[in-house]
């Protein structure tokens, strides 16, 4: 598979310099040739995954820059959510490496080798990413406010005025600040996965997962969904992974657009690369039965 | 003393045994409390991936609910011959229902949807505050009509108390029926007053109970 290219540097290009010289000093620790500019964070090398049997990922190679917004679409089965499951240690690869901030993510570097890690060396690194699942996930014994302020206490140790003002500050991002004394079961799907967009958001992750995030929710739902996630993909500069079935979202927001089939990255570019001119035939098929099937672009 | 059954007799064991309900509750309760501390010990070593300990709370769980409480009780009796048989007691009823109550955990906690388990590990939790943030505080809600059950059967189960010579309601209704030869207004009354606090007791389950199911 051809190495991705490095492209959408539009959106750091114009990044602040204090971001740069952080990267800079990272790729210095590394001993790594690359320039900042070029220092993924996220990189993926011959990354497989099984399941018994079963290879569900068959060696991906995959970098995201800083800042890149990065969609996933495929078949149902293709491997998209496992992709993200494995960024967010929920699930362990079984062979390849895969780097966060040029450091790997299950690995320790021992002198030019590399060591299993243990579970804080994970936790730590696990620490600069968040995830927004499918079926949203809230704790439903836990009121809105609280689903958003248990982990900034009990995990980053936040005082508790501070993690309810941060909090706060988030659930009004979202569109929630009238309900966070509701709990979950009284909230909307739109609603509820709006929460666990700020729950993920209150621990400022570098790098933010989405798998699909609006295919558990009633089609008139979707777009209020859609909308936070774009302002924040607008706004902000954390690198984010797009798993979707809403492909004109996905040519909105993307940077770059990966089209996983069989547990390989079969083809990826540019929304126009993709949308417009896909190249394998796969990717024309799959598009093909998408787009037609639902009229053209997103559901 | 000829009569079937006799008020006045009745009347003064009844409050004869009053006086021994404490006991009575306060092993319950402290019994219960055991039960429910052990019985999430021996949940949690079950799940635990190092095999000795999940083994071994296995086989405690098996062992434990494959042997009459009455043995345990002697047998701890016997064992222990310089503890108080009141703790004696008290750790038999605690040890035997922690088994039943280590099942109740467990299914409570394998309700607990595998997403909750991803949710807290994408926000970094650890183990620890997992558990006592995340899952145990939903794995028990549903459980408490159940848990409350075993409460009222361990309840039912503390006339056995008397096979070790702990002065509760039993032993005292006995030793009121070989002195007076009125053993059936003695042993009536302690069914009475078992009846009178378990009663409302399951009636409490029950409504309990109708309100889980109401949430789900
Ligand atoms: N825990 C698991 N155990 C066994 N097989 C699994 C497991 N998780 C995923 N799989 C299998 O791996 C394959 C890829 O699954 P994955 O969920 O990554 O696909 P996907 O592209 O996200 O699909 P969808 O669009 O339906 O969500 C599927 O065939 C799935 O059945
Ligand atoms: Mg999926």
Redesign the interface.
């Known amino acids: 598979m051809a190495l991705p290219k490095v492209l959408s540097l539009r959106e750091h290009d114009s990044e602040d310099s204090e971001r740069r010289t952080r990267i800079g000093q990272k790729t210095k620790d590394d001993k790594t040739q690359e320039s900042p500019e070029t220092t993924p964070i996220v990189r993926y090398r011959g990354v497989k995954k099984s399941f018994g049997d079963v290879e569900v990922l068959k060696g991906i190679d995959l970098d995201m820059m800083p800042g890149e917004k990065v969609a996933v679409i495929g078949p149902s089965g293709s491997g998209k959510t496992t992709l993200a499951r494995l960024l967010?240690?929920?699930e362990r690869p079984s062979a390849g490496i895969i780097e966060v901030e040029g450091e790997p993510l299950y690995h320790k570097r021992v002198g030019a080798r590399l060591v299993p890690a243990d579970e804080r060396h994970i936790?730590r690194m696990?620490?600069k990413?968040?995830?927004v699942?499918q079926?949203f996930?809230?704790?439903?014994?836990r009121t809105i406010l609280q689903n958003v302020t248990?982990?900034p206490i009990?995990?980053k140790k936040m005082p508790r005025l501070e993690a309810e003002e941060k909090a706060r500050e988030m659930l009004e991002k979202v569109g929630l600040i009238e309900h966070i004394d509701k709990y979950p079961e009284q909230l909307s799907g739109g609603q509820k996965q709006r929460v666990a967009i700020a729950?993920?958001l209150v621990?400022e992750p570098k790098i933010m997962l989405f798998d699909e995030p609006t295919s558990a929710l009633d089609p008139e739902l979707v777009g209020e969904v859609l909308a936070v996630i774009k302002e924040i993909a607008e706004k902000g500069d954390m690198a984010m992974m797009l798993i979707t079935h809403e492909m004109q979202f996905a040519r909105e927001v993307a940077d770059r657009v990966l089209f996983t089939d069989g547990g390989n990255i079969v083809e990826q570019g540019t929304p126009e690369e993709i949308f417009e001119h896909p190249k394998s035939e796969r990717l024309q098929a799959f598009l093909a039965r998408f787009l037609g099937g639902v009229g053209g672009g997103g559901q | 003393m000829s009569e079937i059954w006799n008020w006045q007799t009745a009347a003064d064991v009844f409050w004869k045994l009053t006086k021994v309900v404490p006991v009575t509750l306060e092993a319950t309760f402290l019994g219960f409390a055991l039960a429910a501390v052990l019985g999430l010990v021996w949940a949690l070593m079950r799940r635990s991936r190092f095999r000795p300990v999940s083994l071994l709370a296995y086989w405690m769980i098996e062992f434990v609910r494959s042997t009459p409480l009455l043995v345990q009780l002697l047998f701890l009796y016997l064992a222990l011959p310089r503890f108080p048989v009141f703790v004696i007691g008290v750790t038999g009823l605690g040890l035997h229902y922690s088994a039943y109550l280590a099942e109740v955990y467990r299914g409570g906690i394998e309700a607990v949807?595998q997403?909750?388990w991803?949710?807290a590990?994408?926000?970094?939790?650890?183990p620890f505050?997992t558990w006592t943030?995340?899952i145990l505080?939903?794995a028990v809600?549903p459980i408490i009509p159940v848990m409350g059950n075993y409460l009222i059967v361990l309840f039912k189960e503390t006339p056995l108390l008397f096979t070790i010579n702990v002065v509760e309601m039993m032993s005292v209704a006995k030793k009121f029926g070989s002195h007076t030869f009125q053993y059936t207004e003695a042993y009536t009354i302690v069914g009475v007053l078992f009846f009178l606090m378990s009663y409302p007791s399951s009636l409490l389950v029950r409504w309990a109970e109708r309100r889980m199911a109401l949430k789900q």
């Open positions: 967010m240690t929920l936790a696990r620490s990413i968040g995830m699942f079926h996930n809230l704790f439903p014994h248990e982990a009990h995990v729950r993920a621990m | 949807p997403g909750q991803e949710a590990r994408a926000l970094n939790f650890s505050k943030r995340i505080p939903q809600r």
